[in-house]
């Protein structure tokens, strides 16, 4: 655990719900602005969150692939939706992928859909990561969801009801939205090579 002093930039996913954003782990509401997390827990209740030992407290990811990858596991939620949130307050670290905080806000929505491209390249390269390749390849072979029809029109509200920017990751890369709200090069990177991703997945004739 540490106390936050500079505020963590991490990816995260919502679902959709009348223009509001709802965790998809806890099916909390995010509030516009200032959001301080409490544990949920029904047996051991943390007095502070994120509570050692716990999930409690609000999870954020340093990587997108990582969050497209999460999404991806979750095939039914065709309302979903990424964006970057800043993260302070005690802050419990979960080594390179990310983190769980005691406060955060929404920094930006993103337009694109996790399923934009036909694969997500493991993390890593151990033996677990190739399975996990493997894996990914076997889930690739299944139809993609397709967003619900209503998406646009609530990700509009939701940007408005919390006074933050909406934008397509290409959009917010090339204009330098990314590296204002504070994403180092080499998390902007990765965003460059998801956009390489699914233009190789558009260009790619058909089979």
Known sequence: ????????????LWRLRDGQLESWAAGTVWEPGD???????????????PGRGCRCGFWGLFGLLDCVRHARRQRRERLAVMGLIRAWGEIALHGQEGFRAERAAVACLVTDWPWETPSVPPP????AQRWGGAWQRLRARLPAPRPDHRRPALLEK???TYGVPLVSLEEALHVGLLAELGLDERRRREVQLWLDLRRRGVERPPD
């Open 35 to 49: 959001n301080t997390a409490r544990c949920l827990s029904t047996v051991f209740r943390c007095p502070r969150s």
């Open 1 to 12: 655990m540490r106390e936050g002093r500079e505020p963590l930039l991490g990816w995260r």
């Open 124 to 127: 890593g390269e151990g033996l």
């Open 158 to 160: 939701a940007a408005a």
